[in-house]
DNA sequence: GAAGCGTGGTG
DNA sequence: TCACCAAGCTT
């Protein structure tokens, strides 16, 4: 097997491994595909599902969703993390309503240009809902490719140069094209995986540069560390978050103090999340999700 | 380009 | 146990 034949390779294993998943049903809406993209935007699938059951349910079209004040958005958004997103997602849907008709656009520089949506989203609507082809890369892609074709441990940090590394991988008709972006997205994320990937089961093992290499240790840049959760700004924003979600009247400045005991960092924390649309001040010292 | 942004599962 | 990881985007 030579590297001409993964990407047949890996859409042949995708067409016999795919996970069932709701935005692989048929006649899953373009809608649902975008609301599927926003909440897979750094939240694993599991998680996913139900919120995304429960959101096109109440909200089928964006038009639906761009009815309701943001900070339904948000509360219905639940404990996905990242809300900024939601907010997004409400801001997508009102714009789509007002410059699109209500349709979800399938021009990837109209997609672009819809907030909350960067290169992979755009692509991943354009390509999916639409069967337009364009090359996808999420972080599973980068990973797939800097292992069985450049023969890296790891992906280099992300670069517009990733897109032109997946063109040249993408077969020239549509429809094979959408299904390899999904297939190898679906390789990275259930066998060639960050931690411990299975090459015993691959489908392009034999074709696998890095495996050829000998499995050689990533020497490239070192991935910027995660800072730790317990005690940050984001667990703080979280706390404040999760209460105003819960009540379904104003919080008052003193409930919020219990919530955190360092008063510097909680206001901070606050003042962001006010900075960021996520917490409305109605009156001086209630907090609010955003009605309007 | 780097930093900041939630939450929960897992090896 | 705890560091790492998860279909990224905006500033």
Same mark, same amino acid.
């Given at each position: 097997? @030579?590297?001409?034949?993964? !990407?047949?390779?890996?859409?042949?294993?995708?067409?016999? @491994?795919?996970?069932?998943?709701?935005?692989?049903?048929?006649?899953?809406?373009a809608w649902g595909t975008l609301v599927s993209e926003f909440m897979l935007q750094q939240t694993p699938?599991?998680?996913?599902?139900?919120?995304?059951?429960?959101?096109?349910?109440r909200w089928p079209t964006p038009a639906d969703l761009a009815a309701v004040p943001p900070g339904e958005a948000v509360r219905a958004w639940a404990s996905l993390g990242y809300p900024?997103?939601?907010?997004?997602?409400?801001?997508?849907?009102?714009?789509?309503?007002?410059?699109h008709g209500g349709i979800v656009p399938?021009?990837?520089?109209?997609?672009?240009?819809?907030? $909350?949506?960067?290169?992979?989203?755009?692509?991943?609507?354009a390509a999916f809902a639409y069967g337009h082809r364009h090359p996808v890369v999420d972080t599973n892609t980068r990973r797939v490719i800097a292992r069985a074709v450049t023969g890296q441990g790891e992906p280099g940090p992300p670069s517009r140069r990733d897109l032109d590394?997946?063109?040249?991988?993408? !077969?020239?008709?549509?429809?094979?094209?959408?299904?390899? @972006?999904?297939?190898?997205?679906?390789? $990275?994320?259930?066998?060639?995986t960050?931690?411990?990937p299975r090459c015993d089961v691959c489908p392009v093992r034999e074709a696998c540069a890095w495996r050829a290499a000998g499995y050689p240790e990533y020497a490239? !840049?070192?991935?910027?560390v995660q800072k730790k959760f317990e005690g940050s700004d984001r667990q703080v924003r979280g706390l404040i978050m999760a209460e105003l979600r819960a009540t379904h009247h104003p919080v008052t400045a003193a409930e919020i103090e219990g919530l955190w005991a360092?008063?510097?960092?909680?206001?901070?924390?606050?003042?962001?999340?006010?900075?960021?649309?996520?917490?409305?001040?109605?009156?001086?010292?209630?907090?609010?999700?955003?009605?309007?």
């Open positions: 097997m @030579n590297a001409t034949a993964i !990407p047949p390779a890996i859409s042949a294993w995708f067409e016999q @491994n795919a996970r069932d998943l709701p935005w692989r049903r048929e006649g899953f809406s699938v599991t998680r996913v599902i139900p919120r995304l059951t429960e959101w096109l349910e900024r997103r939601a907010l997004w997602l409400h801001a997508a849907a009102v714009q789509i309503t007002e410059r399938e021009d990837v520089d109209e997609l672009l240009a819809l907030t $909350g949506i960067g290169d992979y989203t755009a692509r991943a609507v590394a997946m063109a040249a991988l993408l !077969p020239d008709e549509p429809v094979a094209a959408a299904v390899f @972006n999904a297939a190898i997205m679906e390789l $990275g994320a259930i066998v060639c960050s931690r411990s490239g !840049p070192k991935k910027a360092d008063a510097v960092q909680r206001d901070r924390a606050l003042a962001g999340l006010v900075a960021d649309g996520l917490a409305v001040p109605v009156e001086p010292g209630l907090y609010a999700l955003s009605q309007g």
